[in-house]
């Protein structure tokens, strides 16, 4: 897995970050984008440049994600896992939204869920990229500790 992240990190560069991030953020595909992170860092690359463009792809995943949900119909998810995340934003509100953006799996449902609900979009947006943003900016960091303070090189031909 983490040899196919180096070789499409070094055909494609940021923009392949970005995709994959998009990408990797879908209900459909999800991925380790956390340990994407960490090990493209890890390999030297600038780790501002890794957290904002991995930031934007996971947050236009999350956005997809969202629509899915709003305008597709409840056969995306489980009705169980529909009734669970509405359980969840009954009791805690929007900020269900911003915690779920920091950990992996749960989001992509969440994310679908309340697009189904019809919660406020620019509510999501801004619970959906801080989220995101402090996620990323997390990952970039340990990434970045690895590199500079372990000296610790996960690719050899890098």
Known sequence: MLQAIQSFFIKYGLFGLFFGSFVGSLIF???PLEIMT???VAMGSDPIKVAIFMSLGSIIGG???YYLGFFGS???LKESDLRKVEKLINKWGDPVVFVTSLIPFPFDVVAVAVGILRMRFKDFLIACSLGKII???FFALVGSLIWK???IKLFSNF
């Open 149 to 151: 303070y372990f000296r």
């Open 63 to 65: 956005i997809f994600n």
């Open 38 to 40: 960490i090990s493209v």
């Open 74 to 76: 409840k056969v995306m």
């Open 29 to 31: 595909f999800p991925a």
């Open 135 to 137: 996620k990323f900016f």
